[in-house]
């Protein structure tokens, strides 16, 4: 059983930062790629960035310049480090990770506020 661990969500104020962390705990015998998704209210849920097993990563074109996401040494554990927050980022944000086979796990999400 897969489970992702999600923490770093919150209020903060228009140009703030926050960070958010995700662990993959369980056994995935391949991990090809790990990312952070979000859906605000009555949206669609859209990718923000993403990470692959080799390096590589991929972002949002309104994420760029404003995001980095990284990973820990183990690469269990995906960061997103988040800049510049805008009214507009506010939403649930979702890790998620893709295994073996395209298997995709999710996180429970957490909640990103940005407002004075």
């Known amino acids: 059983q897969v489970q992702l661990v999600e923490s770093g969500g919150g209020l903060v104020e228009p140009g703030g930062s926050l960070r958010l962390s995700c662990t993959a705990y369980?056994?995935?015998?391949?991990?090809?790629?790990m990312g952070w998704y979000r859906q605000a209210p009555g949206k669609e849920r859209e990718l923000v960035a993403a990470?692959?097993?080799?390096?590589?990563?991929n972002y949002a074109d309104s994420a760029k310049g404003r995001f980095t996401i990284s990973r820990d040494n183990t690469k269990t554990t995906v960061y997103l480090q988040m800049n510049s927050l805008q009214a507009e980022d506010t939403a649930v944000y979702y890790c998620?990770?893709?295994?073996?086979?395209?298997?995709?796990?999710w996180g429970q999400g957490t909640q990103v506020t940005v407002s004075s």
């Open positions: 998620n990770v893709e295994g073996y086979k395209t298997i995709q796990y």
């Open positions: 369980g056994t995935i015998f391949t991990i090809n790629a």
């Open positions: 990470i692959t097993s080799g390096g590589s990563t």
